[in-house]
């Protein structure tokens, strides 16, 4: 079973509240990714989770909050969003953190986020 | 920047093979090429990744070259369900994590 599970599937949320995404995977993976996807473009890397631990973000700002609180679950919180963040949120997960390239990557179908 | 080149979009015909190029010609040793595709308004579905040798699974084949500078994804029997965008995508082989990917190939199957 290679299944990424995301919750919610749609998401509308105004400028000033806080909102979280919710990831699960229970594949045994050990590496979590959060991707941000605009309309008709592709797939942008956000934040990589490694052991549990933020080993990559991309310069995002910090209204985004990754947290792994566990090997399964990733969340990304959500706060003072702007309407430009607006968005198909992804989110990955590969067995093994140092197997670099020969680690394949599952996707979940995503939370679409509107920010009115 | 993606390292890669595909047309932005190809038609094919159901039930005939889907043949998909991709271009990597600055690819170097021990870079990976990976395929994915992405139906509408879902998340992205791997399909195959090869190093060298031509690869084979269930869904689809790999061809690539043997200068490893460009290679073809086929899919052997379109259905309407393979009506995606195709991402061709070269992953180098060390401790890095990211999937960098590029504008993809619209892949239409025609009824």
């Known amino acids: 079973d290679t299944e990424v599970t995301q919750t919610p599937k749609h998401l509308v949320m105004g400028m000033t509240n806080k909102k979280s995404l919710k990831c699960e995977q229970h594949?045994?993976?050990?590496?979590m990714y959060w991707y941000k996807q605009k309309a008709k473009k592709p797939p942008e890397l956000m934040f990589v989770?490694?052991?549990?631990?933020?080993?990559i973000n991309e310069s995002v700002p910090s209204r985004f909050s990754p947290e792994c609180p566990n090997s399964s679950l990733l969340n990304l919180h959500l706060h003072a969003l702007q309407p430009e963040d607006s968005a198909l949120y992804l989110c990955?997960?590969?067995?093994?953190?140092?197997?670099?390239?020969?680690?394949?990557?599952?996707f979940g179908p995503g939370t679409r986020l509107l920010v009115l | 920047d993606a390292k890669t080149t595909q047309p932005p979009s190809m038609d094919c015909a159901e039930g005939r093979a889907a043949n998909l190029p991709c271009n990597h010609s600055?690819?170097?040793?021990?870079?990976?090429v990976y395929w994915y595709r992405q139906i509408h308004s879902q998340g992205p579905q791997y399909i195959i990744h090869g190093l060298k040798n031509n690869e084979t699974n269930e869904m689809a084949s790999l061809i690539i070259t043997e200068d490893r500078k460009s290679s073809t994804l086929i899919l052997p029997h379109a259905t309407l369900r393979d009506t995606a965008v195709y991402y061709c995508?070269?992953?180098?082989?060390?401790?890095?994590?990211?999937?960098?990917f590029g504008k993809g190939t619209r892949l239409h199957i025609l009824p």
């Open positions: 990955a997960s590969s067995q093994d953190p140092s197997g670099g390239a020969r680690e394949t990557q599952y």
């Open positions: 995508i070269v992953r180098p082989n060390f401790s890095d994590d990211k999937i960098i």
């Open positions: 594949m045994g993976h050990r590496a």
């Open positions: 989770y490694s052991y549990e631990k933020l080993s």
């Open positions: 600055t690819i170097s040793g021990n870079e990976y």
